[in-house]
T-cell receptor, first 112, second 113 residues
Framework: AQSVTQPDIHITVSEGASLELRCNYSYGATPYLFWYVQSPGQGLQLLLKYFSGDTLVQGIKGFEAEFKRSQSSFNLRKPSVHWSDAAEYFCAVNTGFQKLVFGTGTRLLVSP | EADIYQTPRYLVIGTGKKITLECSQTMGHDKMYWYQQDPGMELHLIHYSYGVNSTEKGDLSSESTVSRIRTEHFPLTLESARPSHTSQYLC????????????FGQGTRLTVV
């Protein structure tokens, strides 16, 4: 069955430093991949998505992600983190049946 | 403005009460979903719908029920609330395309005392 693994439960990054959040998926074919962000007490907002073409995708708020088929990964990156980026980040896969499968999330903490 | 709305945002209710969580979207999406999320945990799909009069159980078993009488409306009902139902419930909608993202409401945080 399809699954998504986010190995880091918490990550702390200094403001201004770079960020990489890891995501690995398990699925036979090329999946549709998404990164969502959730602020406390809020719903989920889409940061970016990948479904074909260029393996490096740009999203909102300065985020980007790279799809690597050989590693079954879709890691999220940002070159310089802002305090407002502190939130929970979820990687998700849609296997074509339009049922999103989410990872367990990574909580990002930003230190001054 | 096209959006997806959930009401109430917060609900504290006694054990045994019947509750309905409302979800409405103005984007004309055929597909709608309910996810359950415990604090700091992943999202679990509990119900989904492909359109009017279509409802399916999700991957996580739930005692709740849903209905889809109108395209824009996808309410979730608990006939008899229990403390184990305490959680956050997120509603979402999407179009049919596989690459289409799901749009989420702000969620309802339910506490059963």
């Amino acid at each position: 069955a399809q699954s998504v693994t986010q190995p880091d439960i918490h990550i702390t990054v200094s403001e201004g430093a770079s960020l990489e959040l890891r995501c690995n998926y398990s699925y036979g074919a090329t999946p549709y991949l998404f990164w969502y962000v959730q602020s406390p007490g809020q719903g989920l907002q889409l940061l970016l998505k990948y479904f074909s073409g260029d393996t490096l995708v740009q999203g909102i708020k300065g985020f980007e992600a790279e799809f690597k088929r050989s590693q079954s990964s879709f890691n999220l990156r940002k070159p310089s983190v802002h305090w407002s980026d502190a939130a929970e980040y979820f990687c998700a896969v849609n296997t074509g049946f339009q049922k999103l499968v989410f990872g367990t999330g990574t909580r990002l903490l930003v230190s001054p | 403005e096209a959006d997806i709305y959930q009401t109430p945002r917060y609900l504290v209710i006694g054990t045994g009460k019947k509750i309905t969580l409302e979800c409405s979207q103005t984007m004309g999406h055929d597909k709608m979903y309910w996810y359950q999320q415990d604090p700091g945990m992943e999202l679990h799909l509990i119900h989904y719908s492909y359109g009017v009069n279509s409802t399916e159980k999700g991957d996580l078993s739930s005692e709740s029920t849903v209905s889809r009488i109108r395209t824009e409306h996808f309410p979730l009902t608990l006939e008899s609330a229990r403390p184990s139902h305490t959680s956050q419930y997120l509603c979402a909608s999407s179009t049919w395309e596989g690459e289409a993202e799901a749009f989420f409401g702000q969620g309802t945080r339910l506490t059963v005392v």
